[in-house]
Structures are given as C-alpha cells and as structure tokens.
C-alpha cells in the first residue's frame, strides 16, 4: 500500500510518500499564509491510499480533509526509527519550535520537553540574526565556522539577541564570529534540553536547522555524544506520520 | 439525573448571595480565606460563614497588572484584582481577610491589599516539624481567635470550637466521598464536573446544605456505576491532576485533557485532595486544629514528603494511567518541585508525566494540546 504524511509546520510544508517502507517521492514548500491551499496544491496529482497530519497545521488539515492526525512529537520519534533503528533520542529544530524526544526500546515514546512559546533558538532565530549580520540563511554556519575566536552571545530571546548583535557589530567585532557565538547560544540550549530528557547515546537531529552544518559540530562537542543527520532532515516528521498511516491500516 | 442534581447545584449556588445577605443583616459576619492553612473552623465559631477567596478567573488581571508586577502568578494577581476592582461579591462580603504568609508573591500582595480591606496575617511556618513548627503555629491560631472574637463581637467557645470541627469534619467527610466516586472504572463524573461541584459548594452560605448536596451528588453516582453508566469506557486513560488549584475560570488543561479524549479523575492539589484531611475530634480543640493544618502539603513546606505520600496514595487508588503536574507561571515552589514529583511518577510507578506551566489566558491552548495529546499517545 502506498501511504502519505505531511507535516504542516510553521515554516514549511513537508509530504513524504512511502510503498512498503521504501520513500517513493517527497514534496516540500513554504507555509505562508494559506497553510490548507499550500497543502492542497503540493497534495495535487498525489496518489496515495492513506494520509496522515502532523505539525501545528495538523488539525486545520483534519478538519479540511477528515484525514487523521498525531503529534509532531509521535511523528518525529517515528521518522527517526525509520532512518536509524537504534535510535533512542531525537532532537528536533524547526522553523519556529524545537524538541527533545526519548524513547524506550521499543520505540516508545518515553518522555519529551518542547519549546514553541517563542523563537529563541530556532530556524527563524538563525533567520533574523542571519539577516541581521547580511549573510544567506543557508550559508550562516559555513561562516560562523570560518570564526577564529569565541564571542559569547547572552540574549536568546530573538528580539533581545537582535540588539546585542548591533551592538557587538557597532563595536567592530567580526560578523563571522558574532555568526558563531549565536550558533553556540542555539546549541547550548538544545544540550541543556537534550540532558533533562535524555542521559546518554548518539542523537538523532532532524528539522531544517540539522541541515546547518555548524549546529551539527559544536552540538557533538557540546554534549560529547554522536550525532545522526538524515539525508533529508527536514522531511523527518512526514515520514514518520507516513510510516504511522501504514500502521494504522494494516491494525485496522 | 445528573443534569438535574447540576441544575440544583446551579439553584443553590444562585440562591447563595441572597442566603450570605441574609445571614449577614442578622448581625451576622463573613470571613474571607486566601489558603487551606487557615482553619475555617474558627470562623464558623464565631457563627461567621467563610469564603473561599482564591482568585480563579482572568478577568481581573489586567487591573491587578496596574500594582503587581507582570510576572506574577495568575492565581496572586487574579485574587488581588478582584480586590483592587471591587467584582467579587464574596470578597465584598467579607468583614476581615485571614490570610497566611505561604509563598512569598501572596505574603507580599497581601502586605498591598491590607489598604483595600483589613487582611490578618499569619505567620505560617515553612516546615512541619511538630518540636518547632507547631508551638509558634498554635499560637497564631490563638492569636487569630482573639482577632475574630473582637472583629465579631462573640466569644470563641471551646464548646464552639469543638462543634465547628465536627461540622467541618462532616462537610470534609461528604467531599471525600464525593471525590472517591472517580475511583470506580470508568468514572460517572467528568473531570469538569468535579471541578464545578467542587467549586461551587466551596461557597455555600450553609454548610448543611452542601454536605446534602454532595451526598446526594454521590448517592447517585454509585447508581450510576452500579448500572455501568458513564461518558467512558475501559479504555478512557484516566489522569491524576497535581501541582497549583484549579477552580472555575482556571480550569482549561482539564478542559484540553477531556477534549483530547482522556478522563481527569483525580486533583491533587488545595482546590481537591488536599481539602479530604480529618482534624482529630478528641484532642484539645485548638492542638488538634494547629497540627492538622500545619500537616497540609503545599509545596511552600520544605521539605514536603507529605505531597509524594498523597501522591503514592492516589495513584495506586485511582488508578491512574498518567500524571500531568500543574504549575501556574511564577510559582516557584510548585515549579521546582515538580522534579521530584517527575521522578516519583516515572521511576517509582514507570507512568507517563506531563509538567505544564502556563497562566489563566487561552493564549497557550493550542500549544497545551500538542503536549496533551503527545503526552497521552504515551499511554
């Protein structure tokens, strides 16, 4: 059977499509305004027998579509069994939210902790503050790890973090370095998320901001454990929610 | 049947103004409470009715937002706006505040609504340990019955006192029993329902009334579980609530909890379990008083063994399928110990656990209920 999952983010819009565990294509764009029209135009000539929702937009789509729904949280654990089967934790860090996720043996979801109050350390933080400094957001991290010395960044709220970036620029530091010092403040947040829920074993990280290469490498130094990146880590939770929609069928 | 017994409770509660006004032109009095620490008993001594204060609602906020700081608990600011702004019939109705110096946000804004209406204050210890906790906790509660006497103008009996207890005791007794009914599986009550009966007896002018009306709610809850009717099924998960109170107005994780598809059946917290304790009736009145409400376990008490045995208790009771700890925002004591309450939970029982902070705005819901339902698809 051929199933479908689409997680509607804040940010972005992802559809993965899977025959039999193997992903036969996967869809990707940006949420604007219109999360359900957005929706509808990347379902378009789609075929599928079953879909599943996940992501904040999740509730809209079952309501448009009476497809069923799961958390991002179920999703992501999911997605993340699917690129490693040993997997025991995720790290998430979306446009607007990030999360922890641990799992018992069996895949279970155990326990989880998430922040999407606000921006501070997520895809649109490294967003505005690259803007601010006049890099490209996808080549943020090669710069900052162009950085020859540590800068220390305090502010994570991304409004306060704006204003100590202009000040450090005013006072002549090397936007490179700033660059670096807000990629460690987005780190040190996750790690200290990543050990209240989850003592020990490599990490998978998945979201968009996996793919900042940057992230990736002072998060391992940080909290010392190996980190796994799937080829296309943005597309975790839609996989998961696809791999959830097979599931679901075959139980029934 | 349940809907008329709710119909009554809706009577009584409308009913209730007009009794307290009544009971008030008779010469009589009314006594605000902010905590469970202060015992009510006391009031009705002095043939006074005592009213629960405890600000559940949003809508004074803004206006308690004007004096207190912004990053206070909702709860603080809540039950000083409806002082500040003169909305709560119940406050308006009350001839003295007692209050007790339990975290230091309320210890403070009382200080501040001292210049609304006169607040008593007392001094309650942060331990409970009998040798040196209770002799200067005792004497606050005599201190407190020489402010009453003379607020009142009647004497505090012991006869009175012991009569009061016994009164209080019997309302106690009738509101265990009532809470107890969820422990069937599934439950006949709703997690809302409880919330509203159980706010909404808190007030009532007559004690009488109340402690018939709760039995009556229960008498038909046990025909309803003898007949297996209830809005669940096996299946439902069902959920102990602990941390901060919850009452009408305050109530919307319970609210997401039900909506997502589990069953609330358990409030451990001051606006549920925490009320089921028995003062001792054959101890010296006023002993028997000071040691039964020094024992009450807020998370104000260091340390607070007493919340974890209530906890260890109702778990296992109610059997309870997961545990979602409550903190309204800025409250530090409840927020902190939430930790050992999360290794309680996960290590000793291996049940899932959900810690939420947030405040009495629906700003948050959506964001409540992506935890909610992740954390029920753990069970």
New interface residues.
Partial sequence: MISAGIDIGSRSIEIAVLENGTILETRKSDTGFDPIGQAGKLLHDLKFDSIMATG?GRTLFEIEQDAPT?????AHARGALYFFPEARTVLDIGGQDSKVISMDPSG?????E?N??CAAGTGKFLEIMATALGFSIDTLGDEAMEAEKDLIINSMCTVFAESEVTSLMARGENPREIAKGLHMAVVKRAASMLRRVSAEGPVVFTGGVANNPCIARLLAREIKREIWIPDNPEMNGAVGAALIAAENCTFH | MKEELLKKLQQITEQNLLDIEAHKEKGNHAIGFYCLYAPTELAVAADAIPLPLCGTRQAPIEAAEEVLPRNLCPLIKSSYGFAATDTCPFFKFSDIIVADTTCDGKKKMFEIMNDIKPVHVLQLPQNQDTLISLPPWKAEIEKLITVLEKRTDRPITTEKIKNAISLMNRERRAKKRLMDVTKAKPSPLTGMELVEILFKTGFFADKEKGIDLMNEISDLCHKLIEGRESPYTDKTPRILMTGVPVGLGSDKVVKVIEQCGANVVAFENCSGYKQTFQVDETKDPIMALAEQYLSIPCSVMSPNQGRMDMLKEMITEFSVDGVVDLTWQACHTYNIESFHVSKLVQDTFGLPFLHLETDYSESDTEQLRVRIQAFLEMI
């Fill in positions: 904040y799961v958390t991002e949280i179920k279970k979801v155990s326990r989880f998430m999407d109050r």
